[in-house]
């Protein structure tokens, strides 16, 4: 087994993929093509920690919903869940009130369940923060030679 302290880390028990989870949680839209993004986090995620399973969850418009998730883990037997919120702001309602109370519903249900919640959106993470802006520089210069290149032709 790992010395890590990070519950998250590899472990190199055989069933350390089924001991816990992790659920990145979004807002979820009517749009199909919304949630291709967050995809692509969860499979990140996944190459970042093979030994774990990571799952999407949505509040609103999509399934599966944190709830449900959450009880279907259960339902197999996990219990240990790490929760986190792929959400740009946590000023708003979702990331104030309504997703600690949905974790306090859980773990009030369940109370052998081990429930390790960061409200705290991705959106406020220095790093996701100072990427955004990198990529909207490359956005707004890719932009800039778009423009200039329709007004030389």
Request: charged content about 20%.
């Amino acid at each position: 087994m790992s010395t890590s302290n990070n519950p998250l880390s590899n472990k190199s028990d055989s069933d350390a993929k089924t001991s816990s989870a992790m659920i990145v949680v979004a807002h979820g839209s009517s749009d199909p093509h919304w949630q291709a993004p967050f995809e692509q986090l969860r499979q990140e995620l996944q190459l970042l920690c093979p030994k774990k399973t990571i799952y999407l969850a949505f509040l609103e418009r999509q399934s599966p919903g944190l709830v449900g998730l959450v009880e279907n883990l259960y339902r197999q037997g996990i219990r240990e869940i790490f929760v986190t919120l792929a959400l740009m702001s946590g000023g708003g309602r979702h990331a104030k009130v309504d997703l600690p109370l949905l974790v306090d519903e859980l773990q009030k249900n369940h109370a052998d369940l081990h429930l390790h919640a960061n409200f705290e959106a991705l959106g406020q993470h220095p790093e996701v923060i100072r990427a955004m802006a990198r990529a909207c520089l490359e956005q707004a210069q890719a932009a800039s030679k778009n423009i200039n290149s329709s007004t030389t032709t």
